[in-house]
C-alpha cells in the first residue's frame, strides 16, 4: 500500500531524532567505549584470541540499529507502510536486541564470556554448512564449489580454534558450542529482566514467516477479495499509527540494550562474579518506589577506553578486526 509520508507529529519526530543519534555512534568506530576496570573491561581479559564480549554485544547493537532505521525509513522516507516488510525489520531489530541483552545478562563473568563466544560459534558453525551445502551444488562451477570446499575448512577450524581458545581460559566448552536456540534466549532475558522481548518478536515473526494470525491481530480489516475460480482473502492494512507502536517495540529493545551496555561498560568492579539481570529502569524505580524507596545511581568518574579487542565482531574465519 502506497501512501504519503506521515505528517511530523511529536513522537514520530521524537523517533527520528533518536535513530539519528544512534545511527551516528554505530558509524562511529570509537563510540561505546569501556571504562578502565569496568566489568566488560575485566571480561576482555584473559581470552584474547577470540572475539570480546563487548564486540559480540556492539556488533549485534549495530545490526539492530541497521534494522530498525530501515524499517523507518520504509515509511518515512519511501513512503510505504508495508505490512510485512515493517515488521520483519522490526523483528530483526528486537531479536538482534535480544541476544545482546541475553549476552549481558550471562551469570557472572564466565557466563558472559561463554554466551558471546556462542554467538560467535554459532557464525562460524552455520558458515560451514552453508558453505557445504554450496561444495555440493553441482549446479556451481568446479571452481565455485572448490571456494566453498575452502571456506567450509577454514570456518570449521576457526570454530574449533575458538572453543579451544575458551577452554584454555577456564570456560565451559560445552556451553560454547551448545547450539544456539534463540527463541529460549529471548524468554530467558525476559524472565531475568521482566521485559517483553519474546512476545515482540514472536509477533514480529507471524509477519516474516507469512501466517495469518499476526496481520489478523495487529492489522486494520479494509475489506475481502474472492479470487478468480474461486477462494477469498481478506485484505489487511498497517495504519500509520499501528507501524508507530511495532517502531517503537523496536526502539525499547534497543534502548535496553544500550542501557545494559552503557552499566557493564561504566560499572567499575574488581570482581569477576558481578551479574546484569536487573529489571528495566522504569519498572525497578516503580516497584521500589511502591515500597518507599529511591534508586540512588552513582556514576564512575574514570576516562572511558577503547577495549582491548575489537568493537567490530566479524563472522569470517579469524575472528575480531584489529582497531586500525
Known sequence: ????????????????????????????????????????????????????????????????????????????????????????????AI???????????????????????????????????????????????????????????????????LSDAAAKAGLKKTRVTASLNRTEALKEVDTARDSQFFSDWQLCSGFAHGLAWAPALFHTKVGTHTMEGGGTITLCTMTEESALVMLQWGQHAVEELRGTFGASRTFITDGADATLVSKPLKKMEAETAAKGLRIEYQRPISAPRRPASSTIFSAHPGGSESDK
Not at 61 to 82: E, I, K, Q
Open 95 to 161: 531479536e538482534l536486541a535480544g541476544l545482546g541483552m541475553w549476552v549481558l545478562t550471562g551469570q557472572e563473568r564466565s557466563g558472559r564470556q561463554e554466551r558471546a563466544l556462542r554467538i560467535a560459534y554459532d557464525s562460524h558453525s552455520n558458515a560451514v554448512k552453508f558453505h557445504h551445502h554450496r561444495s555440493k551444488n553441482l549446479t556451481l562451477s568446479a571452481d565455485q564449489r572448490a571456494e566453498a570446499t575452502k571456506w567450509a575448512i577454514e570456518n570449521k577450524v576457526a570454530a574449533a580454534a
Open 1 to 92: 500500500m502506497i501512501i504519503e509520508t506521515p505528517a511530523p507529529s511529536d513522537k514520530w519526530e521524537q523517533l527520528s531524532s533518536w535513530l539519528a543519534e544512534v545511527q551516528e555512534l554505530s558509524a562511529d568506530t570509537y563510540a561505546y567505549p569501556l571504562a578502565q576496570n569496568s566489568l566488560l573491561a575485566g571480561d576482555e581479559l584473559g581470552i584474547p584470541e577470540v572475539p570480546g564480549t563487548a564486540a559480540v554485544v556492539r556488533t549485534l547493537l549495530d545490526a539492530a540499529v541497521d534494522d530498525l532505521a530501515s524499517a523507518f525509513a520504509l515509511v518515512t522516507a519511501v513512503g510505504r507502510l508495508s505490512p510485512v516488510a515493517v515488521p520483519t525489520l522490526v523483528r530483526g
